[in-house]
């Protein structure tokens, strides 16, 4: 079945909805929200039935927006009646602005206020990702040639969190992704090839860990991690006689705690740098060792520590990185939400020092079931 990002891409559909979402149905019941969100929400059943208020929501940084398909969904799954309110949103990708309204919704309070909370956090954690994925692309491209960003962030977080931030990290830029579940909303299948333990499988020999994953996948592209014996020269060397031009890439994951074996065969230079993990002088000897015997081809993937700041120090140095690839710093959670009401029953009225924020840039969203 043809995915709701393609019909989307495709200009069928305006957003994606509950079909990609799959809401857990606990959310009606209020079970994730905030319990004075449900004791409000029945105080205003009960005395002030007839409210109708405008809740914005903003947040304080320059950002890539994401969530506000999901947030929208969540309000036409879950709000009474969804159908009246009036929503005004941005869009997924949008840049924003700090205190930039980027979603309006219009209708009584009982009808859809416990879900700000939900709201709130759901904007926060996919404009995070997609914002720190955004910057880490970008600083790829600081020496003048994009460098794909592959994005890692499997093992950092918890795996019912995988498709929400693979798609975040699809709108902030990164379109490679290590599991299928981050590619679940937004494309196809994972990519990777070996972890160390495929070749602690073959007691540290890299060229059969190698030959063994060519003939159990001998249509994909071979690229080796090749940091196992923490000699990552040699074992690039060795992989790429065996394999010649069927090498594709070798990937470098060097722990930040060791010291590659080149430095301590040559220690003549070593000097005013730090050697550890993967480094730009064992990147740039690597380069240099596969290029003098021929295998120019042969690209090289960084891996382990990487951070926007890390990869921007690597390019404005010509470090030959073809590929980065990035985890943990990818995850964290450097923004956060606030959903305000801010009109009631067509006046103004909200907590001191918060007022309501009209934005033109908003476009009314049509209600879909």
């Not at 940091?227 to 890439?249: P, Q, R």
Request: net charge neutral.
């Amino acid at each position: 079945m043809e995915k709701e990002i393609s019909l989307k891409l495709n200009g069928k559909i305006d957003r994606l909805t509950n079909k990609t979402f799959k809401f857990d149905e606990r959310i009606k019941d209020g079970w994730f929200s905030a319990v004075y969100f449900l004791k409000t929400k029945e105080i205003a059943q009960k005395k002030r039935p007839n409210n109708e208020v405008i809740m914005q929501f903003f947040q304080k940084n320059h950002a890539v927006l994401c969530g506000t398909d999901e947030a929208i969904a969540l309000l036409h799954t879950f709000s009474d009646e969804p159908e009246n309110l009036e929503i005004h949103s941005l869009k997924d990708g949008d840049k924003v602005s700090p205190f930039e309204t980027v979603l309006t919704i219009k209708g009584p309070y009982q009808s859809f206020g416990y879900l700000e909370g939900i709201i709130d956090g759901i904007l926060a954690r996919r404009t995070s990702v997609a914002t720190n994925v955004y910057n880490v692309v970008k600083a790829g491209r600081t020496s003048g040639k994009q460098k794909p960003v592959m994005f890692m962030g499997d093992r950092d977080d918890h795996y019912t969190q995988q498709a929400g931030d693979g798609y975040a990290a699809f709108i902030g830029g990164s379109t490679a992704q290590a599991t299928h579940a981050m590619n679940e909303w937004w494309g196809k299948t994972g990519m990777g090839t070996m972890p160390h333990a495929l070749i602690q499988l073959f007691e540290g020999d890299v060229v059969a860990a190698s030959k063994a994953y060519k003939e159990v996948y001998p249509d994909d592209e071979l690229m080796v991690l090749v940091d196992y014996n923490n000699d990552v020269i040699t074992d690039s060397l060795k992989v790429a006689h065996a394999f010649k031009e069927e090498l594709k890439g070798v990937r470098l994951d060097t722990s930040n705690n060791v010291v590659d074996k080149y430095f301590l065969r040559n220690e003549h230079i070593m000097g005013p740098f730090d050697p550890r993990g993967v480094n730009p002088e064992l990147i740039f000897a690597l380069r240099q060792a596969l290029d003098d015997e021929g295998f120019d081809h042969v690209k090289i993937i960084a891996t382990g520590g990487f951070t926007e700041e890390k990869i921007k120090r690597f390019e404005k140095q010509h470090v030959p990185v073809d590929i980065y690839g990035v985890g943990r710093s990818l995850l964290d959670n450097k923004i956060g939400f606030t959903g305000d009401s801010v009109i009631l029953n067509g006046k103004p009225e909200s907590k001191f020092g918060r007022r309501y924020r009209p934005n033109p840039r908003l476009e009314k969203v049509q209600f879909h079931q």
